[in-house]
């Protein structure tokens, strides 16, 4: 396995897909790896009809206008959860042809071996990079801001103290330590909430985006967003 200090000594020059979520710790990793490697495209799951992806419910127009700014190709494939291990691997196969060496994800928490992302990578025959690694969570999410990348709040998860209002906010220091005081992770490691990353320094333009009404599914609260088209 390919740990954070590894990625960072010993993999540069090296050619990489990212798991690419569009929220900011895929897009903290993916900034952290081009510095080192050679990005090949971004990979992105969708839901078994293809209009959403899995991990943050975003349409596909606005993962392909994230990955239009940043210049990198997506590529996509809808899953169910039985086949989803299956669709993943075989996307990651497909980067190997194409020159593929490491799997880069925006994992901070996993144990050393034998991870999900270490056994897909073992089997599509690629390392596994992970720059965010063991970082401390308060710490990568203030570097994110001070970066001067921008995020929006589109999930949250109001079993763990997530409020409907915090919706449709910006990730800034100000809101960070008021999560931390409402005892919430920073990076919304234990499900807390994810977000959609709109601007920073990977992205050539600013992604300017329409904000839905809010739907609440059990304890879920999910904010739409959908390119703007003014």
Request: with cysteine.
């Amino acid at each position: 396995m390919t740990t954070a200090v590894d990625w960072k000594n010993g993999a540069n020059g090296q050619t990489f897909i990212a798991s690419f979520s569009g929220g900011k710790d895929s897009v903290l990793a993916l900034y952290k790896a081009m510095k080192v490697g050679k990005a090949l495209g971004l990979i992105v799951m969708l839901e078994e009809e293809g209009k959403r992806s899995r991990s943050h419910g975003t349409p596909p127009d606005l993962l392909r206008a994230q990955a239009e700014s940043i210049g990198l190709p997506v590529y996509t494939a809808p899953a169910s959860w039985d086949d989803y291990e299956e669709v993943f691997i075989h996307l990651l196969e497909d980067a190997k042809k194409q020159g593929a060496e490491v799997l880069v994800t925006g994992d901070l928490e996993l144990t050393a071996h034998g991870c999900w992302q270490d056994k897909v990578s073992s089997v599509a025959g690629l390392k596994l990079g992970m720059p965010l690694w063991e970082m401390d969570h308060r710490e990568t999410v203030e570097e994110f801001i001070h970066l001067g990348f921008v995020s929006i709040v589109v999930t949250v998860n109001l079993a763990l103290g997530m409020r409907e209002e915090d919706l449709g906010r910006t990730l800034t220091l100000a809101f960070v330590e008021e999560l931390v005081a409402r005892g919430i992770d920073p990076c919304g490691e234990g499900g807390e909430f994810h977000t959609t990353v709109i601007d920073g320094p990977l992205f050539k333009q600013r992604i300017s985006v329409h904000k839905g009404e809010i739907v609440t599914h059990g304890e879920y609260a999910f904010l739409p967003l959908t390119l703007d088209q003014a």
